[in-house]
């Protein structure tokens, strides 16, 4: 079964930069959509970022023109580079399959995904 690992996690501060990667075992991210969620303490799981299986992506607005979401299908991962990071960009940060085929949303939604990691902190703060 596909399983993922998100890593890349840490400790930066505001202004600073992350890439976080997203690695899949147990099968291929080659046909499916992949997208990064985030879930920060006492609110519901948002979506940050999704990347189609050729590549054409979508942001939530808070994010657009920091983040960048990329795969390289030959590694079986998909990455999440983080400019810019503000204080309230800290959260835990999940990636998960799209269940469908085709284009991303322009709001991943979390019933639309699956086979979802067990996260990576990150944290921001001064």
């Known amino acids: 079964q596909l399983q993922f690992v998100e890593s890349g996690g840490d400790l930066v501060q505001p202004g600073g930069s992350l890439r976080l990667s997203c690695t899949a075992s147990?099968?291929?991210?080659?046909?499916?959509?992949i997208a990064w969620f985030r879930q920060a303490p006492g609110k519901e799981r948002e979506g940050v970022s999704c990347?189609?299986?050729?590549?054409?992506?979508t942001y939530t607005d808070s994010v657009k023109g920091r983040f960048t979401i990329s795969r390289d299908n030959t590694k079986n991962t998909v990455y999440l580079q983080m400019n810019s990071l503000k204080p309230e960009d800290a959260a835990i940060y999940y990636c998960?399959?799209?269940?469908?085929?085709?284009?991303?949303?322009?709001?991943?939604?979390?019933?639309?995904?699956?086979?979802w990691g067990q996260g990576t902190q990150v944290t921001v703060s001064s």
């Open positions: 147990g099968g291929t991210l080659d046909y499916f959509p």
């Open positions: 998960a399959r799209q269940r469908y085929f085709g284009v991303c949303p322009a709001r991943p939604e979390i019933n639309d995904y699956s086979n």
């Open positions: 990347i189609s299986a050729d590549s054409r992506t």
